[in-house]
């Protein structure tokens, strides 16, 4: 069965290949048994969760904000803080895991607020750099509601740091991507970070 199971994908090109024949050999090249009773059904798993954490690139900003934006008088700034946050890194294929923190301020127009955490999902369910992710909100939303500025804060844990390398248990990356008054303006940056920071007694 191995041998049949090697001259298989020997046969192929990676293109000819299906997903569950290349986890297969993955699981062969690292000196498992793909054959072995724990690891037959592996392969398909692996292809089902990777079609959901890759599902991001099946989903553009435009289609999740869709007609969720609002006509509102109001020009005060909007937070929606400790959005949990699942990638996976593009450098090992190994989680990166977080709150994401998003503030506007409206011109005319906001957003659904439960819009926020799915515009999160649509950039965060791919291959990913943090650096790259928080600057995609933010220019996301920038590009999707037009407002006076946009502020977006992730504070990350990285399993590529935790797990091998440096092996580092409690470091975490902290990025920022600053727009419009929060990029133009020191007061409205310095409030939404200062509004990060509060936590109030109820626990929100």
Not at 51 to 67: C, M, P, R
Not at 105 to 116: A, D, E, M, N, Q
Not at 139 to 157: F, H, L
């Amino acid at each position: 069965m191995k041998a049949q199971m090697k001259e298989t994908i020997e046969q192929k090109t990676i293109q000819d290949a299906t997903f569950e024949e290349l986890v297969r050999e993955m699981l062969a090249r690292i000196g498992e048994d793909p054959e072995r009773e724990g690891l037959l059904a592996t392969p398909g798993r692996v292809q089902r969760a990777w079609e959901f954490l890759a599902h991001g690139y099946k989903q553009t900003a435009e289609s999740v904000i869709n007609d969720a934006l609002f006509t509102v008088d109001y020009n005060e700034m909007v937070i929606v803080k400790d959005i949990e946050m699942f990638s996976m890194c593009e450098h090992h294929l190994l989680p990166f895991f977080g709150k994401v923190h998003v503030a506007y301020i409206p011109k005319g127009k906001v957003i659904g607020l439960s819009k926020i955490p799915r515009l999160v999902d649509v950039f965060a369910r791919r291959l990913q750099v943090q650096e790259r992710l928080t600057t995609e909100i933010a220019d996301a939303i920038v590009e999707g509601i037009q407002p006076q500025g946009v502020g977006v804060v992730i504070e990350a844990r990285h399993l590529c740091m935790m797990m091998r390398g440096v092996e580092k248990q409690h470091s975490a990356a902290v990025t920022s991507a600053m727009r419009g008054a929060f990029l133009n303006s020191q007061r409205t940056r310095e409030e939404f970070l200062s509004l990060l920071r509060h936590k109030q007694t109820n626990g929100f």
